[in-house]
């Protein structure tokens, strides 16, 4: 009897079986959960033969003159190319050429011309317009042939498969089966090692994709190089990350050939996704790159077409794309087929009228145009506005795609009306930073019909009021596609699916539109950027310089103490050498990047990123580095009293900083906010941090590092001055799916609004005149009497924490009511009017009148000494779980807290206590004795092991401090200084037991004696 056939040519045998449906394949069972990438037929494709491919241009004759023959007969006879001969030949060799110059996707979009005569080469995919397109597509060979000869050597290698579309070659197979110990890295190596890419077959745009499969995993290549060659994953992805998921009705792989390479599914890759584009360098260098979408991007883009068709105009979508994704291409695919989307109920009417993409970063501005330009049927519908007045007259003239920065957009929002006739598509790129309320309402009152309505009525303040409701509204003749990587609260209750669980609302992007940063990691598309973590402790010690024992403010004049040493020259000097001499050694010394890899370094403002520019290119000189720094900033700084611009420091114009950091001699990038976000520099390895980042702040920050380089195998992150288990948290919101628990009670707003009119600084018909006047258009001077006497009652009936209560509750009303205004499907006329009012009134208030009780500490003191320690990398891991975010908090107000005062002698003793260092008598061997004895001895206590593996984290850190304790009274006679230290000092010894509980608490104990991965000691 037969049994299975596991081999290579078995996984063969069973992908073209379903191909060409020979013998039929069953269906799936109606319950098979598919993906969005599609619903197919099987079959349809014909089995080609190895002997009827033609070595020398790289065709399959046969099925090209049968497409011929069936398409166009007049033609094959009028050419003379029905019988084999010269003619024939003339024509084999005339597509050769126009395949080596354009690519096969272009030329089968668009055939070739030979002579007085144009061939079409293929024929799209049926229109529902066209009764006659169905037949016409049907008229396509697609073929498949098994274990293809393409080397004219005396070797006659053959591919294990290959698939054909009019004869023309188009996807190339290397298989392997891990049930014979061969996987899909072996397919690479095979590709990467015995494909030569000089054959015709394996040269640029010959074939659209080369695949290397096996039962688990797809991954593809588009342009074969040797050894070069770079596969990226084709997975559908798994619990979140790369792979692919067990599938019960056969092998992992098998979407690949039932839903991606059935023929409507590769004819649409074909039409509306692969491409070769023209790239240039910063020389200016042309270079030609064949592009195929990734599984994610071609899901996407999918289900989003597929989901706008269904439910028609007016709805939200949000795409959470990880660093790495490939976002522009997704944009620009979807923004160019998008355009041509039909409705469902008439499929002769386009769905949307314009469709308009806005990013907020300009690099991406230009990377979307060249993209969506490339489709020649787009460019002529095209418009890439580089000003504000260009933008004003492609939404005039009704181009059909629109790309625009959000900066660019407002410009002209105001001058657009009469528009909700027409239907847009907004492809927001970032969502979080291009949606201000105050930008998206005028964008929504600009695009809405109602703004240009009825321009000769006389329109009463309620009308306008209602109007301004309504203005800040989700439109509902646009339709929302939201991409971000780090969606913030309020982008996932604004655009994302909404669902309920455990009695709450709960909002994300839906499975289908999610890219996780675990699965791009994993994937090799971006790097773990926190994976070496190193943070730097910094210990100061200060000196009363003064022979009285002031007052101050302990609070204050902590953080101006705090302030004042980290910028202090000699603290910048120590941390600028710091910085270099690690760069120098670890970065450059180790030809990280081969060699070209890049630093930036992240300064808390632009005062300090000017000191440490400074610093920096001091050191550099005085080591006799080769290397240079540049530093960026916006606007003018002073710099030893002269107004000085980022260009003046660094020598040349600000425009040429990216091209300029990734030519010698420049090696560090110098900054305070400026390329912190949008800036993708793949040569960017080292990133040192003396910046204090928060949540969303310090992902995107540290993410700078994590763009993909051949050559770029890991990264490397000194942090100056965060907590490393801070940014850990930060990053653990977005490695998975971030989902959003609760939605934003817009009770609140009532709430805050009884608080508001409580304090009595407004009368509620002045609100109402204000409002009036301001609708109907008044001058300025009609406000302010209003606001004016507002204000005085504000400063003479209000205490101080009155007035910051009221002061904080009223900006939390303006910000609150702006985004729930968005959401909201009822209107609510005294929102909007305190609304208005409030945005006026706000900035006429003064600040309350604050007596700084730290004031002069700073000319009391002096710093001492700073030490910084830089301690051991930390390799952060996630947890496997999606990150949850609250939603916007919508409280405010509060009060003024009460300083408490101190002496200054007291306040310097609590900050060196904070930040200062213990003279220990021999540091050496304590450093050696924290770092290393004491962990490895208390990890061998076998009540801690046992707290460890059979109780809970609380538990097992009592049992630790027990542990600890019993370690440190037997270093009592060796080490008498430590334990005085430990008994006497409650800084040191919480220090100390935090240090070695993290060290320690699940870890595998080392021996005694052993390397430890605790802290460095603050010996």
């Not at 060409?20 to 014909?46: D, E, K, L, N, R």
């Not at 390479?261 to 240039?280: C, G, P």
């Not at 009704?398 to 410009?411: C, E, L, S, Y």
């Not at 919101?733 to 959003?740: F, G, H, L, N, S």
Request: glycine share 6%; charged share 25%.
């Amino acid at each position: 009897m037969a049994t299975t056939d596991t081999s290579e040519k078995g996984l063969e045998s069973l992908i073209v079986r379903h191909l060409t449906g020979q013998p039929p394949v069953a269906p799936p069972p109606t319950h098979t959960v598919q993906s969005s990438i599609g619903h197919y037929a099987t079959g349809g494709y014909v089995q080609g033969s190895p002997g009827d491919y033609n070595r020398d241009v790289a065709v399959d004759v046969v099925q090209l003159l049968a497409f011929l023959q069936a398409t166009q007969p007049k033609k094959v006879e009028a050419l003379g190319i029905d019988q084999d001969g010269i003619k024939r030949t003339q024509i084999l060799h005339r597509l050769q050429g126009e395949v080596a110059k354009r690519g096969v996707v272009d030329v089968l979009r668009k055939g070739v011309s030979h002579g007085p005569m144009h061939l079409d080469l293929y024929k799209v995919l049926p229109t529902p317009t066209d009764p006659n397109s169905v037949e016409s597509f049907s008229k396509n060979f697609f073929s498949v042939t098994r274990q293809l000869h393409y080397s004219n050597d005396d070797t006659q290698r053959s591919l294990d498969m290959a698939i054909f579309i009019n004869g023309l070659p188009l996807i190339t197979f290397e298989l392997k089966n891990s049930l014979t110990k061969q996987t899909v890295q072996d397919a690479i190596v095979q590709y990467q090692t015995t494909r030569d890419p000089r054959e015709l077959l394996f040269q640029l745009g010959r074939c659209m994709v080369h695949l290397a499969v096996d039962d688990a995993e797809v991954r593809f290549c588009t342009h074969l190089t040797g050894k070069s060659s770079w596969f990226l994953p084709f997975n559908q992805g798994w619990n979140g990350g790369a792979g692919n998921p067990p599938n019960p009705h056969g092998l992992k792989t098998d979407y690949l050939w039932k839903r991606v390479l059935a023929k409507e599914s590769l004819a649409n890759i074909i039409e509306n996704f692969a491409q070769i584009v023209e790239e240039e360098d910063e020389r200016g260098k042309k270079k030609r790159k064949q592009i195929f979408p990734r599984f994610h991007q071609l899901r996407s883009v999918r289900a989003l077409l597929r989901t706008t068709r269904e439910e028609g105009v007016g709805h939200k979508y949000l795409i959470q794309h990880s660093a790495g994704s490939g976002k522009s291409n997704t944009i620009a695919w979807l923004a160019h087929q998008l355009v041509e989307l039909k409705t469902a109920t008439d499929v002769s009417q386009a769905q949307f009228d314009s469709v308009i993409v806005i990013t907020d970063r300009k690099a991406l501005d230009t990377a979307i145009a060249r993209t969506i330009k490339s489709y020649d049927h787009v460019a002529a519908i095209f418009g890439h506005s580089d000003s504000a007045e260009e933008l004003r007259g492609f939404l005039q003239q009704g181009k059909k795609i629109i790309v625009t920065t959000v900066q660019k957009f407002p410009f002209v929002l105001d001058e657009l009306g009469g528009m909700g006739g027409k239907k847009f598509a907004l492809l927001i790129d970032e969502a979080h930073s291009s949606q201000g309320g105050k930008t998206t309402a005028k964008m929504h009152m600009a695009l809405s019909a109602a703004a240009g309505d009825d321009e000769d009525d006389e329109e009463s303040v309620e009308d306008a009021v209602n109007r301004l409701i309504e203005s800040r509204k989700m439109l509902t003749n646009a339709s929302y596609f939201a991409f971000t990587a780090t969606p913030k609260n309020k982008t996932l209750e604004l655009f994302g699916e909404r669902y309920e669980e455990g009695g709450k609302a709960h909002f994300r992007s839906p499975a289908d539109l999610t890219y996780t940063t675990k699965q791009a990691i994993e994937e090799g598309f971006i790097l773990d950027v926190i994976k070496n973590y190193t943070p730097v402790d910094s210990f100061y010690r200060v000196a009363k310089t003064v022979e009285d024992d002031p007052d101050f403010d302990k609070v204050k004049a902590l953080k101006k103490i705090r302030h004042y040493v980290e910028s202090h020259e000699k603290a910048i000097r120590k941390k600028a050498e710091i910085m270099v001499d690690h760069f120098m050694a670890q970065v450059v010394g180790k030809r990280k990047i081969g060699g070209q890899a890049r630093a930036m370094i992240v300064c808390q403002g632009i005062a300090r990123a000017v000191d440490y520019y400074r610093e920096v290119s001091a050191y550099l000189k005085e080591i006799k580095s080769p290397y240079q720094a540049i530093v960026a900033f916006s606007g003018e700084h002073d710099v030893a009293g002269v107004k000085k611009t980022e260009a003046d420091l660094n020598g040349f114009p600000s425009k040429d900083i990216p091209a300029k950091l990734r030519q010698d001699p420049y090696r560090f990038l110098i900054v305070a906010n400026k390329f912190v976000t949008g800036f993708d520099e793949p040569l960017l390895h080292t990133m040192y941090v003396d910046k204090t980042l928060a949540g969303v702040q310090a992902v995107q920050t540290l993410s700078r590092l994590n763009r993909a380089h051949p050559q770029k195998h890991d990264t490397f992150v000194m942090d100056f001055a965060d907590n490393a288990e801070a940014v850990r948290a930060a990053f653990q919101d977005y490695y998975r799916a971030t989902v959003q628990i609760g939605e934003t009670d817009p009770n609140k707003l009532h709430d805050l609004k009884a608080d508001l009119d409580g304090h009595q600084v407004y009368a509620w018909q002045q609100v109402e005149d204000l409002v009036a006047l301001f609708v109907k258009g008044a001058d300025r001077d009609k406000l302010d009497p209003i606001l004016d006497a507002c204000v005085e009652i504000y400063k003479d009936n209000l205490n101080e924490d009155e007035q910051i209560d009221f002061k904080g509750k009223a900006k939390t009303f303006v910000r609150s009511y702006g985004f729930l205004g968005a959401i909201l499907t009822y209107g609510h006329p005294s929102w909007e009017r305190l609304s208005i009012f409030l945005n006026f009134l706000i900035p006429k208030l003064p600040a309350p009148k604050e007596e700084d009780l730290a004031k002069g500490v700073l000319e009391a003191i002096d710093m001492d000494s700073y030490r910084p320690e830089v301690n051991a990398a930390l390799a952060m891991a996630m947890d496997e779980t999606d990150g949850a975010l609250e939603p916007a908090p919508t409280g405010g107000g509060g009060g003024l807290p009460e300083p408490e005062i101190d002496k200054l002698s007291n306040i310097i003793r609590a900050f060196n206590d904070l930040f200062g260092n213990i003279d220990w008598k021999d540091a050496d061997k304590i450093r050696k004795v924290i770092a290393e004895d004491i962990p490895a001895r208390v990890a061998q206590d076998t009540a801690y092991q046992n707290a460890q593996q059979n109780s809970d984290k609380q538990n097992a850190k009592m049992e630790h401090d027990k542990a600890l304790n019993r370690v440190v009274l037997d270093l009592l006679s060796d080490h008498t200084e430590l334990f005085k230290q430990f008994s006497d000092n409650p800084n040191f010894k919480r220090w100390l037991t935090d240090s070695v509980f993290d060290a320690t608490y699940l870890a595998k104990p080392p021996r005694p004696g052993g390397a430890s991965t605790g802290n460095a000691s603050p010996a």
